[in-house]
């Protein structure tokens, strides 16, 4: 073989170490695509008074045939999250709206409220951010939440994530008018802190639960 084919074999050959799968898991969770039963966990997460308030379906009471049924309109990708230890299902993560011709989308995460400020669901959301800007042409992902829920974002505000609007009084529930806040993650900004999350996160591959 000549130099210049040694060369392009190289070459052919780091192009195709970036050809694996998608990283799933993390330090404290991981993402597997929703199966049949997940179903009786989703229902529950999406219909109870805890979670579903912060969820697609607000106040509402849909049947379980509705939650089931709307479980993959509007989602780019979804899956269930799994803590590591103890292993069980604590939440869904997903984009949803993606706007092909703008390149953005926007990321949901809910979660059960047993891991509550345990920094969990923010661990979803990265490993989430993560695959969407690696498998998909996104330039931003956005992130919606309501006035009494944007604490939770408030300590990426400045580092990772960026308020980018406020519609006020937008929300109406438990008898009042709630602001509505926008924040998106840059897909350049998140490529120049991946190392740091990945460390942080220390990712791993796929992950089976029954595996």
Known sequence: MTAGGERE??????????????????????????????????????TSASTAFRWRHGPRTPSDEEVLGSLSRGVLAQFVLWQREPQRRIGLVNIYNADHVNQVAFLGVATIPQVDKQGLAMEGALLMFRY???????????????????????????????????????????DRYWDLYTFAVYREEFYERRDKIDQFLRIGGPHDPDG
């Not at 052919?12 to 970036?18: G, M, R, V």
């Not at 050809?19 to 049949?36: E, Q």
């Not at 931003?140 to 994530?161: C, D, P, T």
């Open 132 to 174: 969407g800007f690696a498998n998909f042409p996104l330039r931003k992902i956005y992130a919606e939440a309501h006035e009494g829920n944007a604490v939770r974002f408030r300590s990426g505000v400045g580092r990772l994530l960026h308020e980018e609007g406020c519609l006020r009084k937008h929300v109406f529930y438990n």
């Open 9 to 46: 074999q190289v070459e052919a050959e780091d192009d195709l170490s970036a050809w694996t799968a998608p990283v799933m898991s993390g330090r404290r969770v991981f993402l597997v695509r929703v199966r049949r039963e997940d179903h009786p966990f989703i229902v529950h997460l999406e």
